[in-house]
């Protein structure tokens, strides 16, 4: 399930202008998390050490924010995809018959999705590993501290036609002003709004290629953990958790793990022409 808990306006910022530099839809802007930590690494730009990625998998919770590696005017290409096993620990999600748990089962989608995404080549960090509960904010962290990368969360729903599965971005945002150089955290998503479209649309297509009956295209929501993420950003909900036996939902986990994989391969290229003319390695 979807939730949108329409907290208020937190004093929460992202620094503007101090790390990298992204252009998303001709505006060139650079995002530095207010907790990115003073490492830099050198030559290697836009990836991510195994350390790196192996610290923000790890159980317990996670860190707020990884390395921000690559040097300052590093292009970037999209090389890593964040899994997002949405609920857990206390928060069970979405509960069914028969015991059915949606923090379990979006576990069981992330694991079998980041091999799908290994085998694509791109480098896969998660939100949790296990039966932990990370904060949205903790999440998003985890996300916005990477370079080159976008976000996925991964949820069940409670309601729905079984055997389908729908795409959400975030509804619209208002406009960012980022003149003195900060943006509030609650609108880290609207500069990828756009972004977050086309990657949604995409693997929305590849997920109705496998499952009959599901919308064509990505639909809009009001999504937490979605406006907080500076990163191409996506909700993936499969229906449902109301199924008599949990082997249902099983049997749909490679399906939806090929078409995430094969979203985001179509649309790496589209991330990648995002970047200034000329910069591209
Ligand atoms: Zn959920």
Excluded: C
């Amino acid at each position: 399930m979807l939730l949108d808990v329409g907290d208020s306006r937190r004093l929460r910022f992202l620094a503007i202008g101090g790390i990298g530099s992204l252009v998303v839809g001709g505006a060139a802007m650079a995002f530095a998390l207010e907790t990115s930590p003073q490492t830099q690494q050198g030559p290697g730009a836009g990836t991510l050490s195994p350390a790196s990625v192996a610290t923000a998998g790890q159980g317990g919770t996670p860190a707020p924010a990884g390395p921000a590696p690559g040097p300052p005017t590093a292009p970037r290409a999209l090389n890593v995809v964040v899994l997002d096993p949405a609920h857990g620990g206390t928060d069970p999600g979405a509960r069914g018959t028969g015991g059915i748990q949606e923090s379990e089962i979006t576990l069981e989608f992330a694991t079998r999705a980041r091999q799908a995404l290994e085998q694509q080549g791109f480098q896969v960090v998660e939100t949790r590993q296990g039966n932990e509960n990370p904060s949205f904010d903790d999440r998003s962290a985890i996300a916005n501290a990477q370079r080159g990368a976008v976000f996925i969360t991964l949820h069940i729903a409670s309601t729905g036609i079984p055997g389908t599965v729908r795409v959400y971005v975030n509804a619209d945002l208002p406009p960012v002003k980022a003149a003195n150089g900060l943006i509030p955290w609650d609108l880290a998503q609207a500069p990828f709004l756009g972004l977050s479209r086309k990657l949604g649309d995409l693997v929305q297509g590849m997920l109705t290629q496998h499952f009959k009956g599901s919308p064509d295209a990505a639909q809009t929501a009001a999504i937490r953990q979605l406006r907080t993420t500076a990163a191409p950003a996506i909700a993936v909900e499969v229906s449902s958790v109301v199924v008599n036996d949990r082997a249902e939902l099983d049997h749909m986990v490679p399906g939806v793990a090929d078409a995430i994989a094969r979203g985001v391969a179509a649309f790496k290229p589209l991330y990648a022409m995002a970047l200034p003319s000329g910069a591209l390695p």
